[in-house]
């Protein structure tokens, strides 16, 4: 009866328990599958870091290049705005032209880097999701073992005859059972189960219980460490292994990410170096699109443009940039340097000014400096990032991450005495430093850290702290990377020098991570630390925790295989089928590191060809004559009066003018000879002397001669009917052959030939021009004499032409005394001796007469002058 009433006492137990044992292992496998799937979502979260990011700049660096293609392409090459009329417009271009193509180019660079990352992120992440990281999927045996069948207590005897609260368990002590309260049992044994790197960190009630721990038992059992921070460097051994606290599938997925991090970054650089030449070149572009046309000035709603769109571009490299005060200041100058140095330097004088001789290779110069100077910024040397660049910050946010992380190798089987097939453990490392292994640098790793934490916040020199602040940084970054940002090890305090600032000498100070003792005296302290060896210890460790945090171990291989996928022996492995096969080598080229490199070397290839081709321009500019002479004593009788047009007498005792109503002609100081009207009631075009002396002028409805005599009018004739003439020239000493030209006449900017028969005046043909047909320099005068021809266009510039043989010589610069706004050269007449004199009219001011003489050219053939016996051999 007795035996019966157990029995089933004991059986309706064990029925009560089945299936509370049932749904404790089957929450057991739940919330193991809900683990793994973290897992999962860890690589899909940190592999979206770069997906997400690299997506969006695929989408707005698409917009930018068709911004640029529009803005640089999209216009119809016959429009006559978008000619090119001076110089100034030519070197305007290539700067903006350049500015927009490197532009164009970073971004679609940058384009390519970023399809390049989003691309090899997703194919490596679902590689990992597919192949290696999966869900552990419970087995039948797995849940057969969690489904307890009846039958099992009827083979425990054990259990089925059990007397009530009569139970030999080995855990029980004094009749207490090991299932109390954790709070109420907490012990010092407990604090080893969580982070207690630096008591600072830990409630009071636990700093009680290790101190009276120390005082019972130096070295507990199972609880934390406590030791001297000498020892901690030097003879350290009180530890047990020290294993990574990172999970398998996060440092795999930290050293696969290798493969696209540098195309991540790279994208980024580009597309910052991108918008800062788009927003430069759109500067140019501004004063470009609204400059005056034929000159050199800049209008003001151009400088602001071009101010508002060159401090975008510096303020983009602000935001993007981790680079000092003087960097950025560097930037903003070469950015705005090179316009800032045409506006001081475009400045009227007799010969070319600083702009013209200098100006194209400065302004290219400047540009490449400063995109050159961000683009050497931005490469990788030496394995280290550029972090110069804030994008570097976010590559990794596990750890602080200073370079790209080479691959590490397979790890490899070899033949062991103990196993024929064992695999070679590459989890240590030897080491230099005086530490044993990888495990004592994970063991102290923190217990440092906590230590150099102190030390920085005690009085002393700013250089002190900052190199105790930059050894803590460095060596909890590493300890993060390598996964020991935990311990069980206390630091005793200590006595340490630290330098003081200005003269004074250094101090001791004392430090005592862990609140452990107070200060005793310094007399009696139980050790000093030397600021030099912790330093040094800091970074040995930090290069060995660095060293092992992307090496992959037998550890990681057989953590990672128990998620239910295939094992990874090594990171080359994993990713062969990515990479790119040839010769002996295998390995992920080309890199975005070394594309980046070649990209800026063409980039400044590009820019250095501008350069060469920029002094070639300034030296043709330079090589071009530029006229020089000097302004002449002549003032007209009425200051206020305009001049249209100019002819002059072969020695220059008399000119001749108008202002399109009346005609003057006047002496050789600008005192009035004679006033009269032509033309009838029509305006006058054009004046000039005829070969009898006479006074020639175009009318509207033709062309009409004046005969002067003893200072009158005597007679007054038509000699032509041509219409439409702007200008006029006579030929007074024209060449003894049949097909001479006695005069040159302006019609549509085209150059008339004329010659005087006994029947009247009639058109030759039409002479050529020195410009190509893309220019549109408009004729605004002209003069004639033995044959050679001068042409002053609107743009200042003068040309020859030998017409016998119809050769061209020029262009020939006039003196820049302002821009087209301030100073206009209006005409030209040609006396004999080879000098020429022009007129020209200030802003504000009366018209002036220059006088120049031929400059030395020798293109043309030579044409003797028979009035002055001089031999012309000279032309442009």
């Not at 990032?385 to 590490?408: A, C, D």
Request: charged letters at 20%; glycine letters at 6%; proline letters at 4%.
């Amino acid at each position: 009866g007795a035996a019966n009433t157990l029995w089933q006492y004991n059986r309706e137990n064990y029925m009560f328990d089945v299936p509370l044992r049932q749904s404790r292992d089957f929450q057991k496998q739940n919330v193991n599958l809900a683990r793994y799937a973290l897992f999962r979502e860890d690589i899909r979260d940190i592999a979206a870091l770069t997906t997400d990011k690299v997506s969006n700049l695929l989408v707005t660096n698409t917009l930018k290049v068709g911004f640029v293609v529009t803005v640089y392409f999209n216009f119809d090459r016959t429009d006559d705005g978008f000619a090119r009329n001076t110089w100034h417009d030519q070197v305007l271009c290539v700067v903006l032209s350049m500015t927009l193509m490197t532009s164009f180019f970073f971004l679609m660079t940058s384009i390519w880097f970023a399809m390049h990352a989003l691309q090899l992120a997703q194919a490596i992440t679902t590689k990992l999701l597919v192949q290696v990281v999966r869900i552990p999927m419970p087995t039948e045996l797995d849940i057969a073992k969690a489904a307890s069948e009846g039958k099992e207590f009827e083979m425990n005897f054990r259990e089925a005859l059990r007397v009530p609260f009569i139970r030999d368990d080995p855990n029980s002590q004094n009749g207490q059972t090991s299932n109390r309260n954790l709070e109420q049992q907490l012990t010092s044994d407990d604090i080893s189960m969580s982070d207690i790197s630096g008591l600072q960190r830990l409630p009071h009630r636990m700093k009680t219980m290790v101190k009276e721990g120390m005082e019972k038992n130096p070295t507990p059992k199972g609880g934390p460490t406590v030791t001297t921070l000498n020892d901690l460097i030097y003879g350290y051994d009180l530890m047990e292994k020290t294993f990574s606290q990172m999970e398998a599938h996060l440092k795999l997925l930290n050293l696969v990410a290798s493969s696209w991090q540098p195309f991540d970054l790279y994208s980024k650089v580009t597309t910052v170096l991108g918008s800062s030449c788009l927003f430069s070149g759109l500067a140019y572009y501004s004063i470009y699109y609204l400059k005056s046309n034929n000159s050199s000035e800049v209008t003001p709603e151009a400088w602001f443009c071009f101010l508002f769109m060159s401090t975008l571009a510096w303020w983009n490299m602000t935001i993007e940039i981790a680079g000092s005060k003087v960097d950025l200041a560097v930037a903003a100058l070469f950015i705005c340097v090179g316009p800032g140095w045409w506006l001081l330097t475009d400045r009227p004088s007799l010969t070319l000014n600083l702009m013209q001789k200098f100006g194209c290779p400065f302004l290219i110069c400047t540009q490449a400096v400063w995109i050159s100077y961000l683009g050497i910024k931005a490469c990788t040397f030496g394995g280290v990032w550029p972090h110069f660049f804030t994008s570097t910050r976010f590559l990794n946010v596990m750890h602080k991450q200073k370079g790209p992380i080479e691959i590490p190798r397979d790890i490899a089987r070899k033949a062991k005495e103990e196993d024929q097939w064992a695999w070679d453990d590459t989890s240590s490392c030897d080491s230099s430093s005086g530490l044993e292994d990888v495990n004592r640098a994970m063991a102290i790793a923190q217990p440092l850290v906590d230590s150099l934490s102190c030390i920085a916040l005690q009085p002393q020199s700013l250089t002190s702290r900052d190199r105790v602040v930059e050894a803590r940084d460095t060596l909890r970054e590493a300890a993060r990377a390598a996964g020991v940002s935990r311990s069980t090890v206390l630091i005793k305090g200590f006595f340490i020098s630290l330098e003081m600032t200005g003269d004074q000498e250094c101090e001791m100070q004392w430090v005592d991570p862990c609140g452990l003792s107070d200060e005793p005296d310094y007399a009696t302290a139980p050790e000093t630390v030397s600021l030099v060896e912790v330093l040094e210890m800091a970074h040995q460790v930090a290069d060995i925790l660095y060293t092992h945090a992307v090496k992959w171990t037998v550890d990681d291989m057989v953590n990672l295989a128990s998620y239910g996928g295939e094992p990874v022996a090594g990171v080359r492995s994993f990713l062969f089928q990515f990479e790119t096969t040839y010769e002996k080598s295998a390995h992920f080229r080309p890199s975005a590191d070394y594309l980046f490199k070649v990209a800026m070397a063409l980039v400044t290839l590009f820019w250095i060809l501008a350069l060469i081709w920029s002094f070639w321009f300034s030296i043709n500019v330079f090589n071009k004559i530029t006229l020089t002479g000097e302004r002449v004593d002549w003032q007209m009788p009425q200051p206020w009066r305009m001049v249209k047009s100019f002819g002059c007498e072969l020695q220059g005792t008399h000119f001749t003018v108008t202002d399109g109503y009346t005609v003057q002609v006047l002496n050789s100081d600008g005192s009035l000879f004679l006033h009269f009207e032509a033309c009838g009631d029509g305006p006058v075009l054009a004046v000039d002397f005829g070969q009898g002396g006479e006074v020639i002028a175009c009318c509207e409805k033709g062309t009409q001669s004046t005969w002067i005599e003893n200072g009158k009018v005597v007679r007054q004739q038509w000699v032509s009917n041509f219409t439409m003439l702007t200008d006029i020239a006579v030929d007074r000493t024209p060449l003894e052959t049949d097909d001479h030209i006695d005069a040159l006449a302006i019609r549509n900017n085209q150059l008339l030939g004329i010659v005087f028969d006994p029947t009247g005046w009639r058109i030759f043909g039409a002479l050529t021009l020195p410009q190509n047909k893309d220019r549109t320099e408009e004729i605004t005068a002209l003069a004639i004499r033995l044959g050679r021809a001068l042409i002053l266009t609107n743009s200042d510039e003068v040309f020859e032409m030998d017409v016998p043989s119809g050769m061209w010589a020029g262009p020939m610069l006039l003196p820049t005394l302002g821009s087209k706004v301030a100073y206009d050269w209006i005409s030209v007449c040609r006396l004999s001796g080879a000098r020429w004199r022009f007129v020209g009219q200030p802003s504000a001011s009366p018209i002036q007469l220059w006088a120049f003489s031929r400059p030395p050219v020798n293109n043309l053939p030579p044409r003797k002058d028979d009035f002055t016996n001089q031999q012309l051999t000279l032309a442009a």
